[in-house]
C-alpha cells in the first residue's frame, strides 16, 4: 500500500499545497511572471492558500480527504485485510475526483454557476480563471489512487498497471469527448441572454429554413446520397480494374485511387476552380475554341458534388479492396463447374459477396460526406449544407452560438444514426469464405461486359484526377491563373521566400508561420494519436473488465462525430472555465489526438487479433510485468499497425481544416486554414502553390516513417530477406 499509494498521495499533496490552482494568465505559467505573487496572490496561490488565507472553504473537502488519506499508508498483514481496505483507498480517490469535478462545475467565467452557493460561500470577482496545474496534478493522482483501489479489489484483473491505463483512457475520452459535446447540447437550450428556455430551441430548431424543401437539411442529405453512391460506384470500379484483371493501367489507376489520402480534401476543390472556374482553363479553352460563354456552374451542388466524390473516393477503394482480395476463388470455381457462365458467377457468386463492403463504403462515404467542410466552403455558392452553415453561425453576422449548437446536434444526430446502422448491418451478416483449408484456386475472369463496364466508369474519372494533380501543381507557376499566364515563381517566393539581411537568414514568406506550426502540431500529435489508439485497442483486446463494452462505444464514438461538430464543441467547451484551452497550441494537440484514435485503434485491433493470446501468457509466465510484455512481444508484431497509425494521425493533421477552423488564432495559425483564406479572396496561385508543397511534404513523411518505424519480420526467412 505505501509503494504504490505512497508516492501518488504526494504528488497529490504537492498539487494541493504547491502548484497554483488556477489557470496562469499572460504569458502562461512557463513565462513564470506570476512568481511575483507567489504564493500569495490569489492568482497564483496554491490551493491550501487559497483554503486558509483567502477564505475559499469550498476547498476545505479536498483537504478533509487528503487528511484521511494519510491512514491509507498503514500496511494491511494479510491479503483478506488488503482486500477490506481498498474499499477506503476507493473512497479516497473517487471523493477527490467527485470534489475536483464540483469545485470545477460550480463555478465559471462569471462566478457561482448555483445562486444558492452565492448565498453561502459568498460572491465571486467577475472574470473567474479555470483550472490549473494544481488542480490537474491533484486530479491525475486521485485517478490514479482511485484505479489502484479498484485493481486490489480485483478490477482489470487485479492489475494495477491495466488499471490506471483503462482509468486514463477513459478520463481522456470523457473529458475531451464527452464534456464538450455535452457543452454542446447545453448551449443548443439557451437563448440569447444565456438562461436555459426550451422556446429557444424550438424555435431554432423547427425553422422551414433547416428542414424545409431546399433547406440545409435537404442540401446535406441530398449531397451525401449523391456522393456516397459516386464515390461507392467508382471505387468498385477501382477495385475490380487493380484485383481482378489484367489491364496495364491498373497500377497507375491504384495509386491514383488513394493519392487524394495525401491531399488536403479542399484542395481538389481548389483544383475544380481552376479548370472549370469563370477563368478556369478548360472554359477558356471552350471559349476560345467554340465560343461557349462560361458559366458559374461549378459553384453549387453540381460543383461539390464533383470535389467530394473525388476526395472520397479513396475512402470507399480502402474498405472495398480488402473484401474483393477475400473472396475465395474456390466458390467462383463451384460455380462454373456447375455451368454458370461468367455474368451468373458474377451476379450471384461475386457481387453478392461484396455486398458488405459496398454497404461498408457506402455508409463511411455517406459520413465523411455529412462532416466535409472545405469543399463547401469553396465551391458551395448558395448551396447551404449543415457544416458550413454551423461556421457561418459563428463566425458570420449571426453571431449565435445557440443556432451553430442546434445545426451541430442535428449534424451529429444524422452521424451518429448511420455510424450505428454501419455497426448493425456488418454484426448481423456474416460473409465467411476462408476456412481453414488452404486455397490454391485460381480466380475467374471477370465478364467482358464487367470489365466494360468498369474500365468506362473509372477511366475517364482517373484521367479527371491526373488532370486535376497537374492543376494543383503547375497552378503556383503562372502568374494569374485565367487573366495572366505568364510563367512566374513569385507565388512560391512570396509563400516560402526567404532573404539575408545584416548577414542572418530571415524567413520572409507568408507561409512559415502556419507552416512551422502545422508541422509542429502535426510532429506533437501523430505520435499521441498513434500511442493512445493503439493503448486502448490493447485494454479492448486483451483485457476483460467491467463497463469495457461502454468504454469501446466511448471511444469509437470520435470516428461518428464530424469535425466541425468537434470545433464547435470545443470552442463552447473550453473557452471558458473550468477548463481553458482555447487558442492555444495544446487545444489543436489535443483536438488530433481525440479526433484521430479511433483509426489508430481499429489499426491496432485488426493487428493484435492475428496475435495468439499465449504468447502473452508465455511473456507472463517468464515473470515479465504488462508494460514489458506489451514493449517487447505486442510492439514488435504489430508494426504495420504502428506504421498506418502514424501515417494516417500525421497526415490528418497536416490537411484537416473542419475543427481546426474553429480552434487557430494569430499565434497558431495552421496550413490549412492559411490556403483556405487565400483561396476565398482569390489568391489561387499561392494556395496551389502552398498545397503542392504540403502534398510533396506528407509523401516525404510517409516514407520517412516507414523507414524508421521499420517492418515486422516473423520468420528467420524474413529477417535472413530483410538482412
Not at 456488418?426 to 490454391?440: E, N, W
Not at 461518428?560 to 477548463?579: C, D, E, K, R, S
Request: aromatic share 10%; proline share 5%.
Amino acid at each position: 500500500m505505501r509503494r504504490v499509494v505512497g508516492p501518488w498521495l504526494a504528488v497529490a499533496w504537492f498539487g494541493f499545497a504547491v502548484l497554483p490552482w488556477n489557470a496562469i494568465g499572460g504569458g502562461g505559467f512557463f513565462a513564470f511572471d506570476w512568481l511575483a505573487q507567489y504564493p500569495f496572490g490569489l492568482a497564483s496561490a496554491p490551493a491550501l492558500v487559497q483554503l486558509v488565507g483567502h477564505r475559499r472553504f469550498w476547498l476545505l473537502p479536498l483537504f478533509v480527504l487528503l487528511l484521511f488519506a494519510l491512514a491509507l499508508l498503514r500496511e494491511p498483514r494479510d491479503a483478506a485485510n488488503r482486500r477490506r481496505h481498498a474499499l477506503p483507498v476507493v473512497a479516497v480517490g473517487g471523493g477527490l475526483i467527485i470534489a475536483v469535478a464540483a469545485i470545477a462545475l460550480a463555478i465559471d467565467i462569471n462566478g457561482w454557476t448555483v445562486p444558492q452557493l452565492a448565498r453561502l460561500l459568498g460572491e465571486l470577482p467577475r472574470r473567474q480563471p479555470g483550472l490549473g496545474y494544481g488542480a490537474l496534478v491533484l486530479a491525475g493522482a486521485a485517478l490514479a489512487i482511485l484505479c489502484h483501489g479498484l485493481a486490489l479489489r480485483g478490477w482489470a484483473g487485479g492489475n494495477t498497471f491495466v488499471a490506471a491505463a483503462i482509468g486514463a483512457s477513459m478520463a481522456g475520452v470523457g473529458l475531451f469527448t464527452l464534456y464538450p459535446l455535452g457543452r454542446l447540447f447545453e448551449h443548443a437550450f439557451l437563448d440569447a441572454s444565456g438562461h436555459a428556455s426550451l422556446a429557444a430551441l424550438t424555435s431554432r430548431i423547427a425553422s422551414s429554413r433547416i428542414w424545409g424543401v431546399g433547406g440545409i437539411v435537404w442540401n446535406t442529405l441530398q449531397l451525401g446520397l449523391m456522393t456516397a453512391s459516386a464515390a461507392t460506384l467508382l471505387a468498385l470500379g477501382f477495385v475490380l480494374i487493380v484485383t481482378r484483371t489484367q489491364l496495364r493501367v491498373r497500377r497507375l489507376v491504384s495509386v491514383l485511387s488513394v493519392l487524394p489520402m495525401i491531399t488536403p480534401p479542399f484542395v481538389i476543390g481548389l483544383a475544380l476552380i481552376l479548370l472549370f472556374g469563370r477563368s478556369g482553363a478548360l472554359n477558356a479553352l471552350l471559349e476560345w475554341g467554340f465560343d461557349i460563354r462560361p458559366t458559374r456552374w461549378i459553384y453549387g451542388l453540381p460543383g461539390v458534388w464533383l470535389a467530394q466524390t473525388l476526395a472520397l473516393t479513396p475512402v470507399a477503394y480502402l474498405v472495398l479492396v480488402g473484401i474483393v482480395e477475400g473472396i475465395s476463388p474456390a466458390l467462383e470455381e463451384a460455380s462454373q463447374t456447375l455451368r454458370a457462365s461468367p455474368m451468373q458467377t458474377f451476379a450471384t457468386i461475386t457481387l453478392p459477396l461484396m455486398a458488405p463492403g459496398v454497404a461498408n463504403a457506402f455508409l463511411i462515404v455517406f459520413i465523411e460526406s455529412l462532416a466535409d467542410f472545405g469543399n463547401p466552403l469553396l465551391l458551395g455558392g448558395n448551396l447551404e449544407v449543415l457544416s458550413t452553415a454551423i461556421y457561418f453561425a459563428v463566425v458570420g453576422v449571426q453571431q449565435d452560438p445557440g443556432r451553430a449548437s442546434v445545426l451541430a446536434v442535428i449534424l451529429l444526430g444524422f452521424s451518429l444514426a448511420l455510424f450505428l446502422v454501419q455497426r448493425r448491418l456488418l454484426a448481423k451478416r456474416s460473409f465467411v469464405t476462408i476456412g481453414g483449408k488452404g486455397d490454391g484456386g485460381s480466380r475467374t475472369p471477370l465478364p467482358r461486359a464487367v470489365i466494360a463496364a468498369a474500365a468506362g466508369v473509372a477511366l475517364p474519372w482517373a484521367a479527371l484526377a491526373v488532370v486535376i494533380y497537374l492543376m494543383i501543381f503547375s497552378g503556383g507557376f503562372f502568374e494569374k491563373w485565367g487573366l495572366n499566364h505568364a510563367l512566374t515563381l513569385r507565388h512560391y517566393v512570396t509563400a516560402f521566400g526567404v532573404a539575408i539581411e545584416n548577414g542572418k537568414l530571415v524567413w520572409t514568406g507568408g507561409a512559415w508561420s502556419s507552416f512551422s506550426t502545422t508541422l509542429m502540431i502535426a510532429v506533437t500529435a501523430a505520435p499521441l494519436t498513434a500511442t493512445f489508439g493503439l493503448a486502448v485497442a490493447y485494454l479492448l483486446d486483451r483485457q476483460r473488465f467491467a463497463g469495457k463494452r461502454a468504454f469501446e462505444f466511448m471511444a469509437m464514438l470520435n470516428f461518428a462525430v464530424p469535425g466541425t461538430v468537434v470545433g464547435i464543441a470545443y470552442i463552447l467547451a473550453f473557452n471558458t472555465p473550468p477548463v481553458e484551452l482555447a487558442y492555444t497550441g495544446l487545444i489543436l494537440v489535443v483536438c488530433f489526438v481525440f479526433r484521430d484514435m479511433t483509426t489508430s485503434m481499429r489499426a491496432g485491433l485488426a493487428a493484435m487479433s492475428q496475435i495468439d493470446p499465449s504468447l502473452d501468457e508465455a511473456s507472463a509466465t517468464l515473470r515479465a510485468g504488462t508494460f514489458t510484455s506489451v514493449r517487447r512481444v505486442i510492439l514488435p508484431l504489430i508494426r504495420p499497425a504502428v506504421v498506418a497509425a502514424l501515417v494516417y494521425s500525421f497526415i490528418s493533421a497536416m490537411t484537416s481544416i473542419s475543427a481546426v477552423i474553429f480552434l487557430t488564432s494569430p499565434r497558431f495559425d495552421m496550413a490549412t486554414v492559411n490556403i483556405v483564406g487565400r483561396a476565398e479572396v482569390g489568391e489561387y496561385g499561392y494556395a496551389t502553390a502552398y498545397a503542392s508543397v504540403l502534398i510533396v511534404l506528407m509523401v516525404i513523411a510517409v516514407l520517412a516513417i516507414r523507414f524508421l518505424v521499420g517492418t515486422r519480420q516473423l520468420s528467420r526467412r524474413e529477417v535472413l530477406a530483410a538482412g
